[in-house]
């Protein structure tokens, strides 16, 4: 396998080898280390009931707060370094993907118009953009990553799998928690908790969470470091308890970021088959233009635009949970919002060619689940209702600069830079969603060793979408269809006024059902099969255009995906509780997937929405965690994922094979990079692989510890390490030979003492070896083969204290 894992598995065998082990990580059924020598049995919500997590006929990972605390897991972003088959990626929060097994949402910009893929609930509450995926954890108390689809048991239809957040609930007992953490690169983490009565029958919790660190990305132009972290949130919850059989949760959260952020820079270029003149080289050149750099390791770069990524995320909800009859009602009403105020370089260049590229968005989102839980010695059922309406307003802007005339026009025309600087696009657009649903699930235990579980949901969704673009020259003059004057066609050929307003409504019908079989008391062996479906959906981004330029109206509305999905699997226990084992083998199915499609326009740089004939995810996962004595655990997953385009016959060519003329009837598309060759219109991308997803994923790691005194107290010294491995994976929609990423692996070590009194200091190091690699690779516009992309982080050490009263 690629020679990276060696690294990685050379650190944790010295670890080990050291006594110092491996990860106090949880993933599956994994490790706490306390006081007995056996795996702790986790207890999830994973099926609206509490039970132990070897007992949930689900591929399941499970995260306790000191599991992600340890690793320096602050995000749902940062889930991937423990979940081998959990994706994600971002180039700001608003473009952000979450996705497992390589399913959920399109790879590429986000468009407001479908749906998540995989749903992202906070106690109960549906997270309906990504963009939560960003902001620190606050206070929680468990994570769970449920993969495949579970749209029987939550509220939002989700297809591909859900993170379940679990935050720790107001206390009768007076709590106070402190922890600061400082590092390098100006890293700052600071977090408080405080919890106690303030009656008899109310308890309130608070918490904080601040964190901030220097840019990565230093920009000449601007003489500062960008792709900074500035993270704030506060968390409050008011619990009334008025006797035994009913609690009501009042909570609500405001978080915000406001860092310089966010850029993607020079990585490399590629040949493509545009003429010469019209490639990457020779436009910089012809404008006198030279990158800083051109190893991106050196992590410089000149954007000169404006850059931020101001981001507020916040909501109140009320939950009730009601032990009625023989079972429990849940009601959860929630409403939050989402403010998103960026500012872009969308040409990834110190050329002013897009002086603005900037789409600000604001969301209300409303839902409201009621469901009733009844457990019983042969039957258990879950029953629910869920509705939800989301609005979203978007006012953006899309402004050329100085430079565009002579990068992006031909002839005469581009040595006027009056042409296009200045020419501007005002966007306004808005999506009205709604979403309806009933579903339950039904337990029913046949025998001691044997039960089966149906479950259903019917759903109805409707969207309303609008989209307008207003376009205007350097002087303020609208730019309309209908005008013959040259510089006019040449500007509606840059930036294109358009209306659309599509629609899309239905309902479906979703089904699963699962048989579980007790081999022996340590041995549960499972098999599901699921019918499900996602919504379809609306281009929100503006639509395609024909060669007068003028939108294509049928494109405005997607189609539904078509869901089919197997799986099996066997969940043990073995070495007298020391250990357990649990493997997954599953095949997903999906007809009309819902894929992006790049347009390359300069100045709208903006992904639309196409149906894939069909795609395929099929694969194996285990999870293996140790404890063979007090005072070591270990654990290692893995996952073998085989996405691919199994049907794909009119997708976007990649770079290599785009930007020439247009093949004609009886001719022949020219090899790839050709200058000013022959393009195909589109490309049969079948049996490509899906973009973001590696092949192979693991993720290792445990921790060793033993009794020790330390300034007077008396706790346990312990050392530990979390790694990962993730082998080589597509960072473009359409396969390119520019947009792959090497595999690459990750190892993060500490070292401390705690105290069973909550006192707990360490030291820790993350990319211990300083592994250069890219989170991902993106296109640069209009086809000129420029490559951009992310470094991930470089080697970052620091110290991190914690205090309990």
Partial sequence: MHKVIHRGLLAALLCGAATAALAETEVATAVEVEAESTVDALIVTARRRSESVQEVPVAISVLSAAAVENAGVFTVGRLQQLTPTFQYYS??????????????????LTSDGFEQGVGIYIDDVYYARAAAATFDFLDIAQVEVLRGPQGTLYGKN?????????????????????????????????????????????????????????????????????????????????????NDDLRITLSADYSEQDPVCCAQIYVRTGATQRPLARQYAALAAAQGYVVPSTNPFDRITDVDANLSAGNKLGGASAR?????????????????????????????????????????????????????????????????????????????????????????????LASNPAVLDGLTALNTQYLKNTSAAVYGQLSWKLTDAFTIQPGVRFNYDKKEGFYERKVFDGAGNPVLFGQTDP??????????????????????????LTATYKVTPDVLAYATIAKTFKTGGVNQNGLPTDAAGNPILSAGVIKPEDVTHLEGGLKTEFWAGRATLNLSVFRTDIDDFQATVTNGQFGVLRGYLANAEQVRSQGVEFDVSVRPFEGLSAYVNGAYTDAKYVKFVDAPCPPELSGGTTVGAGQTPSAPGTPGGLSPANCDISGGRLPGVSKWAFSYGGEASRPVT?????????????????????????????????????????????TDEGFDIFGWVRNAFDEEYFEQLALGPGNTGLIVGQPGDERTWGLTLKGEV
Avoid: C
């Fill in 91 to 108: 180039s700001n929060p608003r473009n952000t993907t979450v996705n497992i097994r390589g399913l959920g949402v399109p790879f590429g």
């Fill in 320 to 412: 009730v949970v009601w032990d009625v009859g023989p079972g429990t009602l849940t009601a959860v009403t929630a409403w939050r919002y989402w403010d998103w105020k960026p500012e872009n370089d969308r040409d990834f260049t110190g050329l002013s060619i897009v002086s603005k590229s900037n789409n600000p968005s604001q969301q209300d989102q409303y839902s409201q689940e009621l469901r009733y839980a009844y457990a019983g010695d042969r039957l258990d059922f879950v029953v629910g209702a869920f509705g939800f309406y989301q609005r979203i307003d978007t006012r953006g802007i899309e402004q050329n600069g100085a430079n565009a005339s002579r990068w992006s026009l031909t002839g005469a």
């Fill in 487 to 512: 510089i006019k066609v040449a500007q509606r050929g840059i930036l294109a006024p358009q209306l659309s307003a599509p629609e899309f409504s239905d309902t479906n019908f979703s089904y699963d």
């Fill in 158 to 242: 989700t297809t591909a799998g859900a993170v379940n957040i679990t935050s720790n609930a107001p206390t009768f007992d007076f709590e106070g928690k402190a922890e600061l953490t400082l590092g390098n690169l100006g890293f700052r983490q600071a977090k408080a908790v405080v919890s106690g009565p303030l009656s008899e029958t109310v308890a309130a919790r608070l918490a904080v969470s601040s964190t901030t660190r220097d840019g990565t990305i230093y920009n000449v132009t601007s003489d500062r470091w960008i792709n900074e972290q500035d993270n704030l949130g506060v968390r409050a919850q008011l619990l009334f308890r008025p």
């Fill in 710 to 754: 330390f300034l007077g107290r008396e706790g346990v010294g312990y050392i530990g390490v979390e790694a990962s491995y993730r082998s080589d994976f597509s960072s473009n929609a359409s396969p390119s030979i520019y947009t792959n990423i090497k595999g690459y692996s990750l190892a993060n070590f500490r070292a401390g003492f705690r």
